[in-house]
C-alpha cells in the first residue's frame, strides 16, 4: 500500500520530500515554477467539450472508496436497475443490493481486512502438499515444483526474518513517541515546542531526540515524524502477522469455495471497507467534483466512479481480480482503474480470460506498474498485459510515475517492453476517508491520474474505441529529452529505456490528438 514508499524512506534515512508539491500540481503545467503535471486546465479550456459527449462510467478495483465524503458522493455510479435495500437481485446480475458497486472481499458479518501476501499462500499450498518431504521422496514429476517450493521456502524466510526485526525496531520507536505524546498531549507541535519542552520520562527523552532528529534531517513537522512512524509500526506489524504469517489465512470470513474458479456470487456490497483510504484517494485523482470551492479536483467531471472492492492489506486473489473486472465490464464500465500488484500470481489464467473480455467489449484498462524500482520486463508484477501466449492485451495501459520535474519518481518501477507511459505520481493530493485529504505518492496515484484522463476522452469522444484512446494517450505524450535517473539507480538514461513511447501523459495534447481520429 501507499505508506510503504515513507517508511522505505525512514528505513534508509532518504528525504521523505525534498521539494513542496502545491495541491494540484499533477493538474497543471508550468516551465516558470517548474511544476510539469498534466496540463489539464489548458486541456479544458483549449478544448471544448463535443456536443455528443456523455457521463463515462470509471470502476476503481481497490480497497473501497468512502463514498459519502462531499467531494465524490455526487460522483459515485448508482445501479439504477437495483432497488435499495429490499436483499433482492433486482437486476439478475448475481449480486443483491449491488447499488455502488461491490465488495468480493466482504463475507456475511465483516470484511476480510488484513490477507496474506501471494507468497505465503502458494508456500502454505506446497507445505500441505510435499510436508516434511527430502529430495529423496519426490518423484520425477514432482521435481520442478518441489524445486519451486524450497525457492519459496527461502525467499519467505528471509522476508519473515527481515519483517519481525521491524516489527520489534518500530515498536519499540513507538513506544518512545507514545510516551511524548502522553506528556505533551497532542502530536500537533510546531519544532520550537519539542525544541523547548523538557520530558519527565526517559522514554519521553528518547522520543523528543527522535522526533527532533527526524524532523530536522527530513524536513518535515513534528506532527508528520509522529504519523509516519506510527504508519511503519502499523506496516510491520501486518507483514509481520499477516502477510507472511503461514497460520493465518481470512478467507473463511468470504464463505466462498476459492477453488471454485467459476464462482462470482460472494462478498456483500458494503463497498468502503474497514480502511478505504488508498481506494478514496485514487477515486479523487479520478473524479472528485471539479470547482466546488472545497478539496480538490478530480480529472474527469462528468463521471461515476463505480467501487470494486477486491484488495485488503495483503495481496489481492486472482479469483476476485477476475470476478471484479467482469463485474465492471458487465455493468457498463469503460475505464478500469488497477491500482494494485503483487510478485507472484496463484491462477494467472482466470486473471487472463477476465481481461481478454474487457479488451473483447470495448473497454480500457490502466494499471500501477508498482513501487519496487525494478524492471518489469525482467520481473514479475501481476496482474501484467501479456498473456500466457506472448500477446499483450491492446487495451491495456501500464503507468510509472514522474514527479512534479518529469523526472521518473525514485521508487517507480519501470521496463521498455511493459510499462507504456509515466504519468504524475508523486506527493499527489486527494480525498481519503471522513472528508479528509491527503497527499500520498506511488505509481497508484500515477495509474488514476491516467484513468482520468482516459475517462476524460471517453467523455469527450465516445465514439472511439478504447484502443483508438490508448493510441492517442500514447502517442500525445510529452517527450523528454533530457536524461533522466534510473530509479533504484544513480545510473542515468532516456525514457524511450523506462516506457515503451519514452514520454509522460499530457491532457492538452491528448485531446487534440482525440479531436483528430477519423
Excluded at 167 to 189: H, P, Q
Excluded at 196 to 212: A, D, H, M, Q
Excluded at 468 to 494: D, H, L, R
Aim: proline share 3%; with cysteine; aromatic share 8%.
Amino acid at each position: 500500500m501507499t505508506r510503504i514508499l515513507i517508511i522505505i524512506a525512514l528505513i534508509v534515512g532518504t528525504s521523505l520530500s525534498a521539494q513542496v508539491y502545491p495541491k494540484d500540481w499533477h493538474l497543471k503545467f508550468s516551465t516558470q515554477d517548474t511544476t510539469l503535471g498534466i496540463d489539464l486546465e489548458n486541456a479544458i479550456k483549449n478544448n471544448p467539450k463535443p456536443a455528443n459527449s456523455s457521463t463515462v462510467i470509471v470502476a476503481v478495483i481497490d480497497d473501497g472508496i468512502d463514498i459519502q465524503h462531499d467531494d465524490l458522493k455526487n460522483n459515485i455510479w448508482v445501479n439504477k436497475k437495483e432497488i435499495p435495500g429490499n436483499s433482492v437481485d433486482d437486476d439478475l446480475n448475481g449480486y443483491v443490493d449491488d447499488i455502488n458497486g461491490w465488495d468480493f472481499i466482504g463475507g456475511s458479518e465483516k470484511d476480510v481486512e488484513y490477507d496474506n501476501l501471494e507468497l505465503t499462500r502458494l508456500l502454505r499450498d506446497y507445505q500441505k502438499k510435499f510436508g516434511t518431504k527430502t529430495k529423496k521422496d519426490i518423484s520425477k514429476s514432482e521435481k520442478a515444483e518441489f524445486a519451486r517450493f524450497k525457492e519459496l521456502e527461502k525467499i519467505h524466510t528471509k522476508k519473515y526474518t527481515e519483517a519481525e526485526s521491524y516489527y520489534n525496531t518500530y515498536k519499540n520507536i513507538k513506544s518512545y513517541l507514545d510516551a511524548l505524546k502522553m506528556e505533551l498531549g497532542t502530536t500537533d507541535v510546531s519544532i520550537e515546542k519539542i525544541e523547548k519542552f523538557e520530558p519527565t520520562k526517559n522514554e519521553s527523552k528518547i522520543g523528543r531526540n527522535i522526533v527532533l532528529g527526524t524532523s530536522t534531517k527530513q524536513n518535515i513537522t513534528p506532527a508528520r515524524v509522529f504519523k509516519e512512524f506510527e504508519d511503519a509500526h502499523n506496516y510491520f506489524y501486518s507483514v509481520y502477522q499477516y502477510h507472511l504469517n503461514l497460520k493465518y489465512d481470512p478467507r473463511y470470513i468470504i464463505g466462498d469455495d476459492y477453488t471454485n474458479t467459476s464462482n462470482k456470487s460472494y462478498g456483500n456490497n458494503e463497498v468502503k471497507g474497514p480502511d478505504g483510504e488508498h481506494g478514496s484517494h485514487v477515486g479523487g485523482i479520478i473524479g472528485a467534483i471539479r470547482n466546488n470551492g472545497i478539496g480538490m479536483n478530480g480529472v474527469v467531471a462528468d463521471v461515476q466512479i463505480m467501487v470494486i472492492r477486491v484488495v485488503p492489506n495483503g495481496d489481492e486473489r486472482d479469483k476476485d481480480v477476475a470476478n471484479a473486472i467482469r463485474y465492471a465490464v458487465d455493468n457498463g464500465a469503460k475505464v478500469i482503474n488497477m491500482s494494485f500488484g503483487k510478485a507472484y500470481s496463484f491462477n494467472k489464467t482466470i486473471v487472463d480470460d477476465a481481461v481478454k473480455y474487457a479488451e473483447s467489449k470495448d473497454v480500457l484498462l490502466i494499471h500501477a506498474a508498482g513501487n519496487d524500482s525494478k524492471n518489469i520486463d525482467k520481473e514479475s508484477n501481476y496482474p501484467t498485459p501479456f498473456y500466457a501466449d506472448g500477446k499483450r492485451c491492446s487495451t491495456w495501459i501500464e503507468v510509472g510515475a514522474s514527479d512534479r520535474n518529469q523526472q521518473p519518481a525514485e521508487f517507480s518501477n519501470f521496463g521498455s517492453k511493459t510499462v507504456n507511459v509515466f504519468a504524475p505520481g508523486v506527493e499527489i493530493y486527494s480525498t481519503v476517508p471522513n472528508n479528509k485529504y491527503e497527499s500520498l505518492s506511488g505509481t497508484s496515484m500515477a495509474s488514476p491520474v491516467t484513468a482520468g484522463l482516459a475517462g476524460l476522452i471517453r467523455l469527450y469522444y465516445p465514439n472511439l474505441t478504447a484502443a483508438q484512446v490508448k493510441a492517442v494517450i500514447e502517442n500525445s505524450s510529452i517527450k523528454p529529452t533530457q536524461k533522466v535517473s534510473i530509479p533504484g539507480s544513480k545510473k542515468k538514461t532516456k525514457y524511450k529505456k523506462l516506457c515503451t513511447t519514452g514520454g509522460i501523459i499530457n491532457a492538452d495534447a491528448a485531446l487534440k490528438a482525440a479531436a483528430s481520429v477519423k
